[in-house]
């Protein structure tokens, strides 16, 4: 049974941090690129950073470069871990961020249709 859950939000004041963990299970997500993205309320679902199965090559969306990092652990054989470490954070970071992957090969990418898997989300609140 594939697993996607998604953990660490909260609330935080503006220019604080915050750091997404996601743990994947089910199946060998070593293989797979891994992708956050976020939704905030009235607005549709965007790409905010992607990375692929080795952890060599990442893609950020604009307005988080520079402020994000993403990162995995392929360490553990049934559960994987990805990272979003969120520095400097504003208030239009808001939302419900979702961790994906992505089951084809290729470059890590922004393209929410290409992801196979996706959690439930959490929550992110960054107050002024």
């Known amino acids: 049974q594939v697993q996607v859950v998604e953990s660490g939000g909260g609330l935080v004041q503006a220019g604080g941090s915050l750091r997404l963990s996601c743990a994947a299970s089910g199946r060998s997500f070593n293989t797979y690129v891994m992708g956050w993205f976020r939704q905030a309320p009235g607005k549709e679902r965007e790409f905010v950073a992607a990375i692929s199965w080795s952890g060599s090559s990442t893609y950020y969306t604009d307005s988080v470069e520079g402020r994000f990092t993403i990162s995995r652990d392929n360490a553990k054989n049934t559960v994987y871990l990805v990272y979003l470490e969120m520095n400097s954070l504003k208030p239009e970071d808001t939302a419900v961020y979702y961790c994906?992957?992505?089951?084809?090969?290729?470059?890590?990418?922004?393209?929410?249709?290409?992801?196979?898997?996706w959690g439930q989300g959490t929550q992110v609140t960054v107050s002024s």
């Open positions: 994906a992957a992505r089951g084809s090969r290729g470059p890590p990418s922004r393209d929410i249709s290409e992801y196979d898997y």
